[in-house]
């Protein structure tokens, strides 16, 4: 089994539909510009509040992908 050398990126996904959805947009936007992206790991979760409901989601995750 061959070794891996991971480094580890932390970002905020957003979005108005849920959590799952933020990890969703924070993945695909760092499959933009990184290559070799592996796991994720959720480090916050918070959101904001307007007339009593959840408007917004904003979830920090770290990303790990493997270097060359």
């Known amino acids: 089994m061959p070794h891996h ?7 905020v ?3 108005t539909v849920s959590m ?8 695909a936007q760092a499959a933009n510009s ?5 796991w994720f790991e ?10 009593g409901t959840v408007s917004h989601w904003q979830v920090t995750v770290k990303i790990g992908f493997t270097i060359d």
């Open 42 to 51: 959720v480090v916050e979760t918070r959101g904001t509040i307007a007339e």
């Open 5 to 11: 050398t991971y480094k580890k990126i932390e970002i």
């Open 20 to 27: 799952e959805d933020a990890v969703n947009n924070a993945v």
């Open 34 to 38: 990184v290559r070799g992206l592996s």
């Open 13 to 15: 996904g957003t979005s």
